[in-house]
């Protein structure tokens, strides 16, 4: 590069530090337009990220910018789809929800989209059925800031009602988080569900406060086991061999999930070889990149959905 091209750049550069990127044109023409900003002008300002991002969710919440992907649950007895879990994600962009669902939270509008995912994937099942496919359970996540949406459980029922399926197919993913954060409205909401028919599956075991004692008292159908315990169990030691010890935790764990009579679900597998292991353990089902990414809604039925056989009509064969 030469010199002359090399200045100009620069001065570009320090003009875009210089400006502060919050005056760009907020409908930036990339698909990930955050990188490109961090790219040319370092953000040094954590705040001007979260604005940023605040003004992105605003915009979806307005314009219908939220899409939801579904990664498939597969069961390890037969090898068939369990399930989905859907994994909402910003139209055109690769923000990350583990970005924007922690800005979402801090901005009080969790109640808006914890209700637009769950409108979603109800949609989205009536989509499924309508292309003539077997229907598995879709489970949503709940953050703990949704819990001031003390008419959810209502909301949900209502949707379901209005659009013929039983509640047995749709389960709401939690943490323990809620409990810590506020004890009785998580209560309300567990009987609320309880009394929809609506399944609790306990995610991300294994991470943060994680405590064994929850298991015990959360009425959780199914526990999800976090990638992160999973890996730190199945890690090689020095020789190269498996831990022992981390084998040994991993397999405690799923059988005391079953003496508590819940379904343990593996989440982040991505070789062969964790799957024969779980599969030797007795976990249930398993979720993770070795049987898929999560995927726009219309994909699912050629990829893992079976069509229901068709209905011999009276006389048809006679
Ligand atoms: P989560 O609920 O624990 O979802 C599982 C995450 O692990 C997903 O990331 C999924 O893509 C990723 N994952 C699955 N299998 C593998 C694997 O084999 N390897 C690796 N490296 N990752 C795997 P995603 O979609 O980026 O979501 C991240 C988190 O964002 C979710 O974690 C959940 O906490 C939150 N989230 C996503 N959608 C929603 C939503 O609609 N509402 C709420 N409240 N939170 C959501
Ligand atoms: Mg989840
Ligand atoms: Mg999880």
């Known amino acids: 590069m030469n010199n002359k091209l090399f200045s100009i750049l620069l001065a570009l ?33 954590p705040e001007t990220r979260e604005r940023w991002i605040l003004k992105a969710l605003r915009r979806a919440i307005r314009k219908d910018g939220f899409t939801v992907f579904y990664q498939v ?6 090898g068939q789809t369990a399930g989905f879990e859907a994994l909402l994600r910003l139209k055109g962009m690769k923000l990350s929800p583990a970005v924007f ?30 292309e003539g496919m077997e229907l598995c359970p879709v489970s949503v996540n709940f953050s ?34 809620i ?14 569900l309880e009394e929809v028919g609506i ?6 075991f294994g991470t943060g406060y994680s405590s064994l004692r929850y298991l015990t008292f959360l009425p959780s159908e199914s526990v999800k086991l976090d990638k992160t315990l999973l890996d730190a169990c199945l890690r090689r030691e020095m020789d190269g061999k498996l831990s022992v ?14 003496d508590l009579r819940k379904t ?36 699912i039925p050629r990829l893992y959905l079976s069509r229901k056989q068709p209905r011999h009509l009276p006389g048809l064969f006679r």
């Open 13 to 45: 550069l320090n003009l875009g530090r210089s400006l502060n990127f919050s005056m760009l044109p907020t409908d930036f023409p990339f698909p990930d337009p955050f990188f490109f900003r961090k790219f040319l002008f370092p953000v040094s300002v």
């Open 73 to 78: 649950k597969v069961d390890c007895r037969t």
């Open 101 to 130: 669902i922690p800005v979402a939270e801090r901005a009080g509008l969790m109640e808006r989209i914890g209700r637009i995912v769950a409108e979603k994937a109800i949609w989205q099942l009536t989509q499924w059925r309508e």
């Open 144 to 177: 703990a800031s949704q819990l001031c949406d003390q008419g959810y459980a209502g909301f949900l029922r209502d949707l379901l009602e209005q659009c013929h399926l039983p509640s047995s197919l749709l389960k709401i993913e939690i943490t323990e988080s």
């Open 179 to 192: 409990l810590i954060q506020e004890r009785e409205a998580a209560v309300k909401l567990f009987s609320d």
């Open 199 to 204: 399944g609790v599956h306990l995610d991300d």
């Open 245 to 258: 010890e981390g084998k040994i935790l991993l397999s405690d764990i799923i059988r005391m999930a079953h």
């Open 264 to 299: 343990i679900v593996v989440e982040g597998v991505e070789y062969a070889w964790q799957v024969e292991i779980l599969k030797g353990f007795g976990c249930d089902q398993i979720q993770g990149f070795y049987y898929g990414q999560p995927q726009p809604g219309a994909e």
